[in-house]
């Protein structure tokens, strides 16, 4: 799929690349925009509308407006998401839990997290089981310190606790062929026999509650709209199983501080990492691609572009909580009555206070951890 600049776009589980034109996407994968009455009725329950539903971070679904429905008639739903357990936690990774915790309050729920080391360890040769456990220890403090309550969230990790999924993963195998996920996940002969299973494992969850609690119970998963093959996969399975098809809320990606691309640990220099010092994340804002002009005579002349600088997107959709001074931030940068050294200083000091308040609740999850495992 091409993009308007030329750019092929690729959005798949495992990588994003290209300029990600949401619209085109949304009409590929066949999900639905948010609408201000499906926001105006989360906002009813949850007592305000989140950040990132007003600044449109948060865009899509795939049968929301049905899980508002079963709410309101007293069938809450359970969550459901997720961490692939390959390196350290990025801002990208933190944004959809952050908003998956403003859903756990505002429906008082259940959450299943599950952890793919499983996944992990059949993608990636280098990585042994005392690796994958490291990894994914380090990461669960993370997910801990984001502040789900610890009495309605339960942590999966698929290694550990198989017994957990496989009979569901059984059943969902049994009804997926290989030219679906081939077709799906870009699957070939040379795949390990693992990862052609896998799409099983990491549909379970989604009928784990209704499974335990022998009725059946809608689940809601909010991730990146890169997971969205997944849940294609478990929704075609789910009505052959007798369980409700997992409704989906998709965000949007969170650009890396290069230029293009969502932020990926796979080019460090341009993620902000959870446990990076907060003088390791300025010198890297510092370094950051912006929408900027090249000199400041033509930035104060021409103005620049916030709509692709990081810079600027990071401000908006995790940073600046006050609607006014982030649409006066955006409308500075266009007009040029901001330089981009001044906006990543103030990027740098919010980003700072974040990282710190999250490393103290890190250090913290060491003491609460038993409580969320599964
Ligand atoms: P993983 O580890 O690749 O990603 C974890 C979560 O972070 C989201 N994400 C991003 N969101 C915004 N901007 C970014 N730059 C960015 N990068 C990653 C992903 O969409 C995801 O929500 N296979 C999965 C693990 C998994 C899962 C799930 C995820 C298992 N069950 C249920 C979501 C829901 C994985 O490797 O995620």
Redesign the pocket.
């Given at each position: 799929m091409t993009s308007q600049n030329g750019d092929e776009m690729v959005v798949t589980?495992w990588k994003v690349s290209g300029e990600v034109d949401y619209d085109r996407l949304v009409q590929k994968f066949g999900t639905q925009l948010l609408t201000d009455d499906l926001l105006n009725r989360i906002k009813k329950h949850a007592g305000f509308l989140h950040l990132q539903l007003r600044r449109g971070f948060f865009f899509s679904h795939r049968d929301f407006d049905w899980i508002l429905d079963q709410y309101e008639s007293g069938n809450p739903p359970v969550l459901?998401?997720?961490?692939?357990?390959?390196g350290k936690i990025?801002l990208?990774?933190i944004?959809?839990?952050i908003f998956t915790k403003y859903l756990q309050d505002a429906f008082n729920t259940k959450l299943y997290f599950?952890l793919?080391d499983d996944?992990?360890f059949l993608i990636h040769p280098e990585f042994d089981m005392k690796k994958m456990s490291d990894i994914t220890y380090d990461n669960i403090l993370d997910i801990i310190a984001v502040g789900f309550d610890p009495r309605k969230t339960k942590i999966i990790t698929d290694v550990k606790d198989i017994s957990s999924l496989y009979e569901l993963a059984l059943k969902v195998a049994r009804h997926v062929n290989f030219s679906t996920v081939k077709a799906v996940f870009g699957f070939e002969d040379a795949s390990n026999i693992g990862i052609i299973f896998f799409p099983a494992i990491?549909a379970a969850?989604a009928f784990l509650e209704s499974s335990l609690a022998n009725r059946n119970v809608p689940c809601l998963?909010p991730?990146?709209?890169?997971?969205d093959p997944?849940w294609r996969v478990a929704r075609d399975v789910a009505q052959k199983l007798g369980y409700y098809k997992p409704a989906q809320i998709h965000?949007?990606?969170?650009?890396?501080l290069g230029k293009g691309g969502?932020?990926?640990s796979s080019m460090p220099e341009t993620c902000i990492f959870m446990t990076d010092t907060p003088n390791v994340a300025k010198k890297k804002i510092m370094n950051a691609f912006t929408g900027g002009q090249a000199t400041v005579v033509e930035q104060k002349r021409l103005g620049g572009n916030p709509s692709i600088c990081p810079v600027g997107l990071y401000n908006y959709y995790l940073f600046e909580g006050d609607d006014k001074a982030a649409g006066e931030l955006w409308k500075n940068c266009g007009s040029g009555a901001i330089l981009c050294g001044e906006c990543k200083i103030l990027l740098a000091e919010k980003i700072k206070v974040f990282l710190l308040e999250h490393q103290k609740k890190r250090v913290e999850a060491k003491e609460t951890i038993e409580k969320y495992l599964m």
């Open positions: 589980p459901y998401t997720g961490r692939g357990p390959s990025h990208g990774h944004l959809p839990w599950q793919t996944e992990k990491q969850p998963i991730a990146a709209i890169d997971q997944y965000s949007k990606f969170l650009p890396g969502k932020m990926s």
